[in-house]
């Protein structure tokens, strides 16, 4: 339902997007302790042969596909959930599953499951994700509205949080205390392509969802009522939402732990240069927030310091200010519902 | 000739609170229905359960068809639904809200066809819209963005219109041209129904009055008749006094004499 103005416009922009993007690539695939020519990292991607080969295609490539894949997760998934609730602010912490996610995670490192099974922490950790859908829709209910689903969420998120806490509190071994509170703080850092090969898949299903309720989202500017009427089932969207952000972000956590603020970023980065459409914001911010992470996870390699800084402190060192900033730049856009 | 609406409603209740009693409802081409009656009368809930928005008891035909039975698009085809208060919470350009009203129509997420195109644009004309077609629809005043939302539910074209205090937030002016485009939908042989509180537009306007209270239909029937019967007088518990100026219509509301 574009006009032909606007699907040039969104063109040129996921061009411009996706040129970044390609940039990042080749400057992640470069950046490490390492220094590899271009031919070495070239022949080394391709070939995969000799100490060039294992470094870019079992150190940096697995890193790269996660911030890239993570990335547009997050952002895609936090652009879908403002388009849902209506309400620029929304981010998928509000459902509750990153904070499930994470503490699947933390479980077992609690229990020392991580060190014994490889794939168990971020089995566990989408399972997490998995549950608190299921708790959150259980709680609301089939019929469930927005507000409903909203304190379900903050309630299961709330759960998990204090349960984080209390794995943390009651842990006897330092050094898995260390090990939960680094994790917590989100890193792209010893992954392989198994991790990627385990997140895959739910961040396909999930982004491919949202990306077929981007219509609906665009329906839903005129209210539910409204929306109901044109022939939108606007409870079974919000069921489908609610989901694909769980699978999305369990996915996402289990392999790279707790990040924040790019899933809110990056759609208000992006929705400005599509005119606020909830539907053409959605692969926009998916590549801005891809684009984001991808230059975080850069960052933090080249920020010199005893040990690698975790990306999801970068995240919110960086997010907390920008997102400031763009309160403080945008505040009429906020009360556009009160234009003249 | 089929009725538009042919509705037989049984029952319309929020948790035990009945909201509608059984009521019947005919509505043909060709007529304008002011919804009238007191506030809390059932008017909205009367509106909303034809759109498909509240669950209700009944049986309900759109042009003969058994509504239970269509499908979500093929209902959204044949009802065109105005919400009282309707909301523009993103800043769309006020074309590609009145284009949301041919999604009923469209491929999910397909552009839109060049008929439909044509169609949008002959209702932003329709509704002095031209001018403000590429303009982010929540940069209007309240007015244009209620002419905005009333030509998105005419780009549905669907043979049935329900409004919901279309004009209530309008100056005179906008008022008048508001009710005169439902009146030329009318006239093109759709069914518009249309709750309203200002009697006297209403009066201008409407080929038929339903008027309600606590959940009835209490009148039906042409407005000269129920305004002659008194039917509306004892509805509204108050008295209302008919006038001629310059060929319209005025009427005024007055208190009942003890």
């Avoid at chain 1, 069921?239 to 699978?247: Q, R, S």
């Avoid at chain 2, 409802?25 to 509240?54: D, F, Q, W, Y």
């Avoid at chain 2, 439909?116 to 590429?134: G, N, W």
């Avoid at chain 2, 919901?164 to 129904?193: F, H, N, Y």
């Amino acid at each position: 339902m574009l006009t032909q103005h606007t699907s040039h416009t969104d063109i040129r922009l996921k061009a411009a997007l996706s040129a970044l993007l390609a940039c990042l690539c080749v400057a992640s695939l470069a950046t490490g302790p390492a220094h590899l020519s271009i031919a070495e990292l070239v022949q080394g991607l391709l070939q995969g042969e000799g100490v060039a080969g294992i470094i870019i295609r079992d150190i940096r490539l697995p890193r790269l596909l996660l911030s890239l894949g993570v990335g547009a997760s997050l952002g895609l998934c936090g652009a879908a959930l403002q388009g849902l609730l209506r309400n620029p602010l929304a981010e998928p912490a509000i459902f509750g599953a990153p904070q499930a996610a994470a503490f699947g995670a933390v479980a077992t490192l609690y229990s020392g499951l991580a060190n014994a099974v490889s794939w168990a922490l971020p089995a566990a950790a989408i399972l997490g994700a998995a549950l608190s859908v299921a708790l959150v829709l259980v709680a609301a209910g089939r019929r469930a509205g927005i507000i409903t689903l909203i304190l379900a969420g903050l309630a299961v998120g709330s759960l998990a949080g204090a349960a984080i806490s209390l794995a943390i509190n009651l842990s006897a071994n330092p050094f898995a205390v260390t090990e939960i509170i680094f994790w917590l703080m989100g890193s792209f850092e010893d992954r392989s392509m198994q991790h990627v090969a385990l997140a895959a898949p739910c961040l396909m299903i999930s982004s491919l969802i949202l990306l077929r309720c981007g219509p609906s989202l665009r329906l839903l500017t005129l209210g539910d009522d409204t929306a109901r009427s044109l022939g939108l089932n606007v409870t079974h969207l919000r069921l489908w939402i609610v989901t694909a952000v769980a699978i999305g972000v369990g996915g996402g956590v289990a392999v790279s732990g707790a990040i924040g603020f790019v899933g809110l970023i990056a759609p208000h980065l992006m929705r400005p240069l599509v005119g606020g459409d909830p539907q053409r914001v959605l692969v926009p911010s998916s590549l801005a927030a891809a684009a984001l992470l991808t230059a975080a996870d850069i960052g933090v390699r080249l920020i010199p310091a005893t040990s690698e800084i975790k990306i999801g402190v970068v995240t919110s060192l960086i997010g907390v200010p920008l997102f400031l900033w763009l309160v403080w730049t945008r505040r009429g856009l906020f009360s556009t519902s009160d234009a003249p | 000739m089929t009725d538009v609406i042919d509705l037989d409603l049984k029952r319309v209740a929020f948790g035990n609170r009945a909201i509608l009693h059984p009521l019947s409802l005919h509505v043909r081409p060709g007529e304008l229905v002011a919804l009238i009656g007191p506030n809390g009368a059932g008017k909205t809930t009367l509106l909303r359960s034809i759109a498909g928005l509240v669950p209700w008891q009944g049986r309900l035909r759109i042009q003969g068809e058994d509504a239970a039975k269509f499908s979500a698009a093929r209902r959204a085809q044949c009802i065109a639904y105005l919400e009282q208060n309707g909301s523009i919470h993103w800043p769309l350009l006020v074309r590609d809200i009145v284009s949301l009203g041919r999604l009923p129509f469209a491929n999910r997420g397909a552009a839109l066809s060049v008929q439909d195109r044509e169609h949008v644009d002959r209702i932003l004309e329709t509704c002095c819209l031209e001018h403000l077609s590429e303009r982010p629809a929540t940069e209007l005043s309240g007015g244009e963005r209620a002419r905005v939302l009333l030509a998105r539910a005419l780009a549905v074209d669907a043979p049935l219109l329900l409004a919901d205090e279309p004009v209530s937030a309008l100056d005179p002016a906008l008022q008048i041209a508001t009710m005169q485009i439902l009146k030329d939908q009318a006239d093109a042989g759709r069914a518009v129904i249309v709750v309203m509180h200002d009697l006297g537009l209403a009066l201008r306007f409407a080929s038929r009055f339903v008027a309600m209270s606590q959940g009835h239909i209490r009148a039906d029937g042409p407005p000269d008749s129920l305004l002659a019967s008194g039917a509306l007088d004892h509805i509204f518990g108050i008295r209302f006094l008919r006038a001629q100026s310059d060929g319209i219509e005025l009427l005024a509301a007055a208190r009942r004499q003890s």
